[in-house]
């Protein structure tokens, strides 16, 4: 699985966006962009996937440029529970991508 | 619809003994794959289950072996402890291979 590159780090005001980049320049083209946080304490929670159309569910919207080299993950109005860290993913999907291979991530720091 | 269980929440062994971790996976699901994650970093693969077959083995020493029953529960057993196997071991459920996981509380293994 390709290699992803995240700021270990950032703040944000409650009620603002978050905007949490991820580069991922070594992408092949059968691999999809996957996006886990995970609240101290707690297992991974899954956000969202996409291949390279951009997605939106409840939670937040995934952008990913048109070379699929970096996305970005929005979380639109960022509330103190968002507080968490975010893993940004690289994954052969199907039966194939039967691992997460999970970096350091970015640690959320959701400000009042 | 429960979601992915784990047990015990804690545990603390000694260097040497053997432990057995349980978890539950979500209904309907039958893949599981466990991950060890310690502290400050993020969860590396163990191993994943299909179908009570293993499907798939990360970076760990054969004294880490796995089980999954016919109802796709499953455990994890880990013989001659060492001080640095004191991890979160997380379990997670999906509903096929390459699908989305879903990931249990964890369980936290202590080795003194």
């Known amino acids: 699985d390709a290699k992803t590159t995240q700021p270990t780090s950032m703040d944000c005001a409650e009620g603002r966006a978050a905007n949490l980049p991820c580069n991922h320049s070594?992408?092949?083209?059968?691999?999809?962009v996957y996006w886990y946080r995970q609240i101290h304490s707690q297992g991974p929670q899954y956000i969202i996937h996409?291949?390279?159309n951009n997605e939106t569910n409840e939670m937040a919207s995934l952008i990913i440029t048109e070379d699929r080299k970096s996305s970005t993950l929005i979380l639109p109005h960022a509330t103190l529970r968002d507080t968490a860290v975010y893993y940004c993913?690289?994954?052969?999907?199907?039966?194939?991508?039967?691992?997460?291979?999970f970096g350091g991530g970015t640690r959320v720091l959701v400000k009042p | 619809e429960t979601g992915v269980t784990q047990s015990p929440t804690h545990l603390i062994k000694t260097r040497g003994q053997q432990v057995t971790l349980r978890c539950s996976s979500q209904?309907?699901?039958?893949?599981v794959s466990w991950y060890q994650q310690a502290l400050g970093q993020g969860p590396q693969f163990i191993f994943q289950?299909?179908?009570?077959?293993?499907?798939g083995r990360g970076n760990f020493p054969p004294r880490f072996s796995g089980l999954q029953f016919p109802n796709y529960s499953s455990e994890l057993n880990v013989n001659a402890l060492e001080l640095d196997d004191s991890a979160l071991y997380l379990c997670?459920?999906?509903?096929?291979?390459?699908?989305?996981?879903?990931f249990g509380p964890g369980t936290r293994l202590t080795v003194l």
């Open positions: 997670a459920s999906s509903f096929a291979l390459g699908d989305e996981q879903f």
């Open positions: 070594t992408i092949s083209g059968n691999e999809y």
């Open positions: 996409g291949l390279k």
């Open positions: 993913i690289v994954r052969v999907a199907g039966a194939a991508g039967n691992k997460l291979t």
């Open positions: 209904s309907g699901h039958n893949t």
């Open positions: 289950y299909y179908r009570e077959e293993e499907n």
